[in-house]
């Protein structure tokens, strides 16, 4: 496990948590519509 | 709405409903975004909107907002909305749909072929791209094409490639790069373009859908080829092969197409009962007109309700109406479902869209337009087919949250791949280029799609095949309750038996002084006035001998008890054993003189009557109620199909016992006041069961709405029994027994579908994560997940088709 290693694993942390911020709990109530 | 009401401080509004056409919805998640954002636009109270229709139902305050503007709410979405076009029949609603489907239809495979086409003559092209890069970079870079589908297609093709088409592999590698650039643009902006334009529009909404997982997926691969193209250095000099995947983006948007085309086709099919149902309708009729009494011939919407209508032999009925003169035998069978021919005469009621055989006849025209039966039975079976089941709930709550899960999957998978390669001894270069065939593998393959369509797809095939059974289920929610059923409760009167009660015996008491003419005029004199089925068979009875009625005084009449009036001054009473006893001090005895022959009618099924003349018992008249020829048989297969028969009757426990035995019931309420029945299905329910209530949709509304499932038996004609979830159009008890078979095979379907749909995701996205990577070495590739993800939900659809086939025992 290098920097390299620690930077991508970082990025996909964080990429999952703005796709989960952006698409689930901004959309807020709106899902229990669905 | 209720943030506009009280700005303007006057009462609420009366709201407007509208239904908008929306084009370009393919799954559960489109159309859940289409709904909310239209609930959302100021001003609507709900929207609710229909897949498989293609609309939205939208109920709106006219002060606020206008149709213009939720139209344009839909078109900001990314979907097409046109403005409706008002004052359409459900007939001519379907043929429009059938119109913008079948374009759809014919857009999509056109987009489909030729991007199926341009991709494997790109995948050819990038064979010897792939060696060129193979070979250059020496054998340390022997993963690419890291794709191993690619990988399996190159190793088997190259040889015989490289011998017939030699000079492909003397194009320089950067020409055949740009080349296939610029076939992926084409492919891209003008196949895919809904793809993208759909996934962005839903983006900004906060929204993802199966657009998203494409449009990024294959966007993903494009913008890495993109870099890979114009910059091969940054790749070079890290050490990283400048690998493209021009071809995977060009064949998955292909793929994806083909899958909606099939979609598309399937869609179509589903509804072809509708659509045949729509085609009944003729579009001229020939009427008799003016003072000449000529003979037109006149489009059916301009026959005007009275008009005289001429139907030849082997013709189809233009419109609804009564015969006025001739008879002829009518093939009522795709609207009733009853495949002999029915004879009809003076008087009776045809309906539009049925079939002419021998005779000739002319007709007045009654109901038109919307209201004719058959535009009913097409308003209510797009109706029925737009419904939500229940069991869609679970479909539509999991595709709510599913595409932001997939994304995540997708980038966990990217990371995992590409750490463990790293860690592994590959260099970063190759770790990135596996990492990111894994990621777009599992974003192409969990496309929702079969999910969404796994319920409604079997709703369609569901209501279409009952109403070609003359079934009308009305709804989602019906067919899939009706399939749990297990307890049938039929009404007496008019559902087992005619309906119509006929006098079967009348006996005069000896020493009464009367003769059977006189006993007969004089109680059907009475019984004019009464509105009583027992009243009506009665004077049929006295004007099918001939004999003449007079006008009644003083007339009286106790609900279930009887009535009384005075005919040419002599009293008479007629009514059963109570009302008599109530009315006639004294005559007690005499009733008992007769009383055996009372009950040995009373056992066979038969009501009997007891008549008195001048305060005197005189005579005693039997009616009965005719079992349908039907009844027994059709009680038989809901026997056999596990189900338990109940019959209620509001007849005295003789009768209604003599009429249950012959009918094969098992079980009789006997002695049930109309709202007495209610109570009845009531109990059943309290005791567990799943209640059918099977009546005539009249006196017992009530009952029907309280069962489970309330079935309306029908005489063909009254379609919108409001209280029925399932109207059955011909008089027999079959229609239940199919009802309740096709509901239980729909159900089944449904089940399926989901468990496939589910089933699917649930191994095809850890597969494309590369969980058999490690035992086993299978890679799921992109192309590959595309084709599977095609294949789900073109395999959901044929499943719901197969209901099609369905064949009542």
């Known amino acids: 496990m290098d920097t390299l290693d620690w930077v991508v694993i970082a990025g996909g942390v964080a990429a999952i948590a703005w796709v989960n911020w952006y698409f689930l709990l901004r959309a807020g109530d709106d899902h229990h519509h669905v | 709405m209720s943030d506009t009401n009280g700005a303007a401080g006057t009462a609420t509004h009366p709201l407007e409903h509208v239904v908008i056409p929306v084009t370009g919805m393919t799954c559960a998640a489109c159309q859940s975004r289409v709904q909310r954002t239209l609930r959302r636009v100021p001003g609507v109270a709900d929207a609710s909107v229909n897949l498989l229709l293609g609309n939205a139902a939208v109920s709106f305050d006219p002060d606020t907002t206008t149709v213009e503007r939720l139209v344009d709410a839909v078109r900001d979405t990314g979907y097409g909305a046109e403005l409706p076009v008002t004052a359409r029949s459900a007939i001519e609603e379907q043929e429009a749909l059938d119109l913008t489907q079948e374009t759809e239809f014919v857009e999509l495979r056109r987009k489909a072929i030729v991007s199926g086409v341009i991709g494997a003559v790109a995948m050819i092209l990038s064979m010897p791209l792939m060696t060129a890069v193979g070979t250059s970079m020496g054998s340390a870079h022997a993963a690419a094409p890291a794709d191993p589908f690619m990988r399996w297609v190159m190793e088997s093709v190259t040889p015989s490639l490289r011998a017939v088409a030699p000079w492909l592999y003397a194009i320089p590698a950067a020409g055949l790069t740009y080349a296939l650039l610029a076939a992926t643009i084409v492919v891209m902006v003008w196949a895919g373009r809904s793809f993208y334009a759909r996934a962005w529009a839903a983006f900004r909404h906060h929204a993802a859908d199966m657009n998203t997982l494409i449009a990024v997926g294959t966007g993903a691969a494009f913008v890495y080829s993109l870099i890979a193209t114009v910059a091969p250095g940054l790749f070079t000099s890290r050490g990283v092969a400048p690998d493209v995947y021009y071809e995977a983006v060009m064949i998955i948007v292909a793929l994806v197409l083909t899958g909606h085309t099939f979609e598309a086709r399937a869609k179509r099919r589903t509804s072809s009962a ?151 001894g590959a260099s970063a270069g190759a770790a990135t280029v596996r990492a990111f065939a894994a990621g777009v593998a599992v974003m192409i393959i969990a496309c929702p799609c079969a999910m969404g369509l796994a319920v409604p797809t079997a709703v369609m095939v569901a209501t279409g095949k009952g109403a070609e059974l003359g079934v009308l289920i009305k709804g989602g929610q019906a067919l899939q309750r009706a399939g749990d059923v297990d307890t049938v409760v039929l009404d007496k009167t008019g559902t087992i038996t005619e309906g119509r009660p006929i006098v079967t015996d009348v006996s005069i008491v000896p020493g009464a002084g009367v003769d059977h003419d006189t006993l007969i005029a004089a109680v059907a004199s009475v019984e004019r006035s009464s509105e009583h089925a027992l009243a009506d068979a009665i004077v049929r009875y006295a004007t099918d001998r001939g004999i003449a009625t007079r006008a009644a005084e003083r007339f009286t009449s106790a609900a279930g008890g009887g009535v009384r009036g005075e005919v040419d001054g002599r009293a008479v009473i007629v009514g059963n054993e109570s009302f008599l006893l109530a009315h006639l001090a004294g005559v007690g005895a005499e009733i008992d003189a007769v009383r055996g022959d009372a009950e040995r009618l009373a056992e066979s099924g038969k009501t009997p ?35 338990d028969v109940v019959m209620l009757s509001g007849d005295h426990p003789h009768t209604a016992n003599a009429v249950a035995r012959d009918a094969g019931v098992a079980h009789v ?83 399926e579908n989901l468990f496939w749909a589910f089933i699917y995701n649930v191994i095809g996205i850890p597969v494309a994560a590369g969980v058999l990577y ?16 095609a294949f789900s939900s073109v395999s959901v659809v044929s499943n719901s088709l197969r209901l099609r086939r369905f064949r009542p025992a």
């Open chain 2, 274 to 424: 509708l659509r045949s149902l729509a085609k009944l309708q003729p579009k001229t009729a020939r009427i008799v007109r003016g003072n000449d009494a000529r003979e037109i011939d006149v489009p059916v919407d301009d026959v005007r309700r009275g008009d005289v209508v001429l139907v030849r032999p082997g013709e189809r009925i233009p419109v609804d109406g009564e015969i006025v003169s001739g008879r002829s035998a009518v093939d009522e069978s795709m609207v009733t479902g009853e495949s002999l021919p029915v004879e009809k005469g003076p008087g009776e009621r045809v309906i539009g869209g049925t079939l002419n055989t021998a005779g000739a006849f002319r007709y007045r025209a009654t109901t038109l337009g919307a209201d004719s039966v058959l535009a009913q039975i097409v308003k209510l079976m797009r109706e029925a087919q737009g419904s939500r089941a229940p069991m869609q709930q679970l479909a539509d709550r999991v595709s709510g949250v599913f595409v932001p899960v997939v994304i995540s999957l997708a980038i966990a998978t990217f990371v995992v791949w590409f750490v463990t390669a790293h860690a592994t």
């Open chain 2, 609 to 643: 009557v007891y008549v008195s003349l001048d305060g005197r018992l005189a005579g005693l008249i039997a009616v009965a109620d005719p079992i349908k020829a039907t009844s027994r048989a059709a009680i038989e297969r809901l026997r056999r199909m596990g189900l």
């Open chain 2, 669 to 751: 309420v006997a002695g049930v006041l109309p709202d007495g029945k209610v109570a009845e299905v009531r109990r059943l329910q309290d005791d567990g069961r799943v209640v059918a209530m099977v009546g005539d949709g009249v006196n017992d509304a009530p009952a029907l709405a309280q069962a489970d499932v309330g079935i309306a038996i029908g005489t063909g004609t009254d379609v919108a029994v409001e209280a029925a979830d399932v109207a059955l159009m011909r008089g027999d008890l079959a229609g239940v027994a199919d009802a309740i078979r096709l509901s239980r095979r729909t159900t089944r379907t449904m089940k």
């Open chain 2, 774 to 789: 490690p035992a086993f070495g299978i890679l799921l590739s992109p192309i590959l997940a595309s084709a599977a993800m």
